[in-house]
C-alpha cells in the first residue's frame, strides 16, 4: 500500500488522525457500532473508502467478531463504539478475549473532557470498568497523543502474551485538530514484549528429556498464538515424544499424525489423560493448566515432573509446580532446542498409547431413527475433510465438536474455551469469514447460544457472508442438562427451550437460506444443500435432548477417574 | 506461609497505575497494610512502596503478574534482603499545660519532635520503623490520643544495589 498520502503532516481533526493511524497499522476492516461520542470518526469512515466498517447488531456481536477475525488470522481484531452502553455492551467480549490471550484494539468514544466525571449523558468509565480484563487501556486526553497510543496499542495487543487493549477518546479530542506525526519508534519503558530465552533453562529440560521413559507434550494455544506448529511437529519427530493438545491448543498439532494422543480434560480422551497421568515428563507447551484441563490439581500427572515452556512468566507456578520453567518466545525456544534434541526410546511408551487409543476410542451410541449430534458432527468432518474453520457457541456441542471432528492445522478452531462465553459461535465465525472469505467457514451452535446472537445473521445477509450456521437443537441448554442429570439427581431447573422460534423461518426472516433435518437422511441432504449454496445458510440439526457428553471427568477427581459413557 | 512483605514497584507516572496495581493484589486476597507512592531518582517514574501480608507463594504470583502490567518498569521484594524501612507518624495528644513537660520528654526519648503546640493538645511527630511509632503511641495513649496520621512505610535496600 502506497502510505506517503497517510503520513503527510497535515493538520486534520483528531478523528482523521485515529483513521490515519489504523490504516497505517495495516487495518483492513473493523466492526462497530455509532452513537454520539464517536461520530466524529464515523464520519471519517463515510468520507473514506479504505477502511470497511461491518455494522454489528449489538456491540457484542461486533467484538467477537473482531475476535473471530483476530484468531482465524493472528492478526489484531479492531472494534469501534461509542461511549456508555456502547462500551459496557463489549464487555463480555473483552473478557472473552483476555482470557484467551487474543490481539484486539477496541476503541470507544467517551463523552468530552470538561463533562467526564459528572455523569453525564451517557459517560461510563470503561477503562475502570475493564481494568481487570485488559492487557493495556488508555485514556486519550491530548490530540497530539492519539497516534502515539493508537501505533502503542497495536504493538502491545500483538506481543508477548497477546491481548485486547482499549482506547477510550473523549468526543472533544477527536474533534481538536493537530498535526499529523505518525511515531517512528515505540517507548515503552517497562514492557518486556519479547524476553530473551535463557539456554540454561533449556538445556535443563533437555536433559531430562534425555532421561525420560514416559514422556508428553502438552500442546496449548500458545503454539498457536506462537506460529510455532511446524516447530512443534519438528520436536515430536526429533524426539519421539507423544503430543496431547489442549482444548483451545486444538489445530496445533495435526490430529492426523501418528503422535497425536488426543484431548485431555474434563472432557478429554481415555488415551490422553492417562497419557498425562502416567507420563513421567509433562512438557507443557504455551498451556496455562486451567481447571478444566487439569480437574482436581494435586492428582494432576502424579508421576511426572513438570517443564513449562511459556512467553508469560506469571503462568509458571500458578497452577501446577513446575521443576523445569523455561520463559520465551515458543517459536525461540523449539528453534533453539530442536537441533539439540534426539531421539528417546519411546517405542514402549507409544504403544502403550497406541493400546489405550485402541481399546478406549471415543464412542457414542447412534441410531437409525434418530440425529445424533456426535454423527451430525462427523458428518460435519466427513465432507469437508476438516478443512473448514470451524467456530463454536458453548455448551455440549463445543465438546462434541473438540471430538468428534479432528482438526488438521492451526487457528482451523475457534472458541471461547477460557470464559465459554455463549453467543460467541455465530458472531466470531462473520469475523473469520471476512478475514478468510475462500475458506468454508462453519459455525456450530446450541440452540441456546444461537440466540444470544441470531440477530448477527442480518450481518451474513446484507454482506453476503457465507457462513455455514448450523445448530445443533435438543430443545435443552444441554450442557447444563448434564450438570443437572448427574450431580442434582435429574432436578431439571430451568434448562427447557422448547417454544424456541422456528430457526429456519428466523434465518428466512433475515433473508438467510434456512434448512432443517430431523434424521440421517434429511441430515445429509440439508448439508449438502447448504455447501452447495453460496451464501450464508441455518441448518437445524434437531436432535434429542438426552444425550452426555463423554468421557467426563467429575469434579473433583483427577484425569484418570473419568466416566466412559452409556453402555450399548 | 502467611508473611508481610515490603514490595517496591517503579512505575510510569501515568494515571491508574496505583488503581491497576492494588486490583492485582485485592484479586487474590492480599490486604494491603500501606502503600506509598512518590516521584523517584528517574524523571516520569513513581516509586511505590507497598506492605501487604500473604502467603509466600502466592505473593511470588502476584509479584509476576504486578510485573506485566505496562507500566510497571520494575518490581521487588525488599523485605527477602536486608531493608531501611521508615514511616512518619503525627500524633495528636491531649495535653493540658501541666502535661505537656512529660510528654515532650517521652517524645524526645524517642528523638520525636512536637510539630504543633495548642492551649490543650500537642501534635508529636516521629520517624521510624514500624515497631517504633507504635511504641510512641502506646506510650502516648494515656494522655488521650486525638487524632492518628501516619504516612505508611516507604523503604529501600541496604547497600548499594538498586531497583
Ligand atoms: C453467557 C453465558 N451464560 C450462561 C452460560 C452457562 N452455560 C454453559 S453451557 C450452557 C448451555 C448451552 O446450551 P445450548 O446453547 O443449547 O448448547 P448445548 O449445551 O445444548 O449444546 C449454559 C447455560 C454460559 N456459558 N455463557
Not at chain 1, 463489549?90 to 473532557?113: F, K
Not at chain 1, 480484563?133 to 486526553?141: D, E, L
Not at chain 1, 515505540?186 to 514416559?214: C, F, M, N, T
Not at chain 1, 460467541?424 to 444461537?450: E, H, K, R, Y
Amino acid at each position: 500500500m502506497n502510505e506517503s498520502h497517510l503520513l503527510s503532516q497535515d493538520r486534520i481533526p483528531g478523528s482523521e488522525i485515529l483513521l490515519r493511524s489504523l490504516l497505517l497499522e495495516g487495518v483492513e476492516c473493523i466492526f462497530g457500532y455509532p452513537g454520539g461520542s464517536i461520530l466524529n470518526f464515523y464520519d471519517e469512515i463515510y468520507k473514506n473508502n479504505e477502511l470497511r466498517h461491518y455494522l454489528a447488531r449489538h456491540e457484542q456481536g461486533a467484538i467477537h467478531a473482531a475476535d473471530g477475525y483476530a484468531r482465524s488470522t493472528g492478526k489484531v481484531g479492531v472494534c469501534v463504539v461509542t461511549s456508555g452502553p456502547g462500551a459496557t455492551n463489549l464487555i463480555t467480549g473483552i473478557a472473552t478475549a483476555h482470557i484467551d490471550s487474543v490481539p484486539l484494539v477496541i476503541i470507544t468514544g467517551n463523552v468530552p473532557l470538561s463533562m467526564i466525571g459528572t455523569d453525564a449523558f451517557q459517560e461510563a468509565d470503561i477503562v475502570g470498568m475493564t481494568m481487570p480484563v485488559t492487557k493495556h487501556s488508555y485514556f486519550v486526553r491530548d490530540v497530539n497523543d492519539i497516534a502515539r497510543t493508537i501505533r502503542e496499542a497495536f504493538y502491545i495487543a500483538n506481543t508477548g502474551r497477546k491481548g485486547p487493549v482499549l482506547v477510550d477518546i473523549p468526543k472533544d479530542v477527536t474533534v481538536k485538530e493537530a498535526i499529523f506525526v505518525w511515531p517512528q519508534t515505540i517507548h515503552l519503558p517497562g514492557y518486556r514484549a519479547k524476553s530473551e530465552i535463557i539456554k540454561e533453562q533449556i538445556d535443563a529440560l533437555l536433559v531430562a528429556l534425555k532421561k525420560a521413559k514416559r514422556p508428553v507434550l502438552l500442546a496449548g494455544a500458545g503454539v498457536i498464538h506462537a506460529d510455532a506448529s511446524n516447530e512443534l511437529v519438528e520436536l515430536a519427530e526429533k524426539s519421539g515424544i507423544p503430543v496431547v493438545t489442549t482444548f483451545l491448543g486444538l489445530g496445533g498439532f495435526p490430529s492426523q499424525h501418528p503422535h497425536w494422543v488426543g484431548m485431555p480434560g474434563m472432557h478429554g480422551s481415555y488415551a490422553a489423560n492417562m497419557a498425562i497421568q502416567q507420563a513421567d515428563l509433562l512438557i507443557a507447551v504455551g498451556a496455562r493448566f486451567d481447571d478444566r484441563l487439569t480437574m482436581n490439581a494435586a492428582k494432576f500427572a502424579p508421576n511426572a515432573e513438570i517443564a513449562h515452556i511459556d512467553v508469560d512468566k506469571a503462568e509458571i507456578g500458578k497452577n501446577i509446580a513446575t521443576t523445569y520453567p523455561v520463559i520465551g518466545d515458543i517459536k525461540h525456544v523449539l528453534n533453539y532446542a530442536l537441533p539439540k534434541v534426539t531421539l528417546s526410546s519411546t517405542d514402549n511408551w507409544l504403544q502403550t498409547i497406541a493400546a489405550w487409543k485402541a481399546s478406549h476410542p471415543l464412542r457414542y451410541v447412534d441410531s437409525d431413527e434418530i440425529l445424533k449430534p456426535q454423527w451430525v458432527i462427523e458428518l460435519l468432518h466427513r465432507t469437508t475433510k476438516g478443512e473448514a474453520i470451524i467456530t463454536t457457541d458453548v455448551g455440549q456441542h463445543q465438546f462434541w465438536t473438540a471430538q468428534y471432528y479432528p482438526f488438521t492445522r492451526p487457528r482451523s478452531l475457534i472458541s471461547s474455551g477460557g470464559m465459554g462465553t455463549m453467543g460467541f459461535g455465530l458472531p466470531s465465525a462473520i469475523g473469520a469469514q471476512i478475514a478468510n472469505p475462500d475458506t468454508l467457514v462453519i459455525s456450530i451452535n446450541g440452540d441456546g447460544g444461537i440466540q444470544m446472537s441470531s440477530h448477527e445473521l442480518a450481518v451474513c445477509a446484507i454482506h453476503h457472508i457465507p457462513v455455514k450456521v448450523v445448530v445443533i437443537n435438543n430443545e435443552v441448554l444441554g450442557m447444563v442438562r448434564q450438570l443437572q442429570e448427574v450431580a442434582f439427581e435429574e432436578r431439571y431447573s430451568e434448562i427447557d427451550l422448547s417454544g424456541s422460534p422456528d430457526f429456519v423461518k428466523l434465518a428466512e426472516a433475515y433473508g438467510v437460506k434456512g434448512l432443517r433435518a430431523t434424521n440421517k437422511e434429511e441430515a445429509e441432504q440439508a448439508w449438502q444443500e447448504a455447501l452447495a449454496i453460496d451464501g450464508p445458510v441455518l441448518v437445524e440439526f434437531v436432535v434429542p435432548s438426552s444425550e452426555n457428553v463423554y468421557p467426563v471427568v467429575p469434579g473433583g477427581k483427577a484425569l484418570h477417574e473419568m466416566m466412559l459413557g452409556d453402555d450399548e | 506461609m502467611k508473611h508481610h512483605h515490603t514490595v517496591s514497584i517503579l512505575v510510569n507516572d501515568h494515571p491508574g497505575v496505583l488503581q491497576r496495581v492494588s486490583a492485582l493484589f485485592n484479586r487474590r486476597g492480599f490486604n494491603i497494610d500501606s502503600i506509598t507512592v512518590g516521584s523517584s531518582e528517574q524523571p516520569g517514574m513513581s516509586r511505590m512502596i507497598i506492605v501487604t501480608l500473604g502467603d509466600d507463594r502466592i505473593m511470588h504470583q502476584v509479584i509476576n503478574q504486578v510485573e506485566k502490567l505496562i507500566d510497571v518498569v520494575n518490581i521487588e521484594i525488599l523485605s527477602e534482603k536486608p531493608l531501611v524501612a521508615r514511616e512518619l507518624a503525627l500524633i495528636k495528644v491531649e495535653a493540658e499545660p501541666v502535661k505537656r513537660p512529660e510528654i515532650m520528654t517521652l517524645a524526645e526519648a524517642f528523638r520525636a519532635t512536637i510539630a504543633d503546640v495548642s492551649p490543650d493538645s500537642l501534635v508529636v511527630q516521629i520517624v521510624g520503623d514500624t515497631e517504633k511509632i507504635e511504641a510512641m503511641i502506646e506510650l502516648l495513649h494515656p494522655y488521650g490520643i486525638l487524632e492518628i496520621s501516619r504516612t505508611g512505610v516507604t523503604a529501600i535496600a541496604r547497600g548499594r544495589h538498586r531497583l
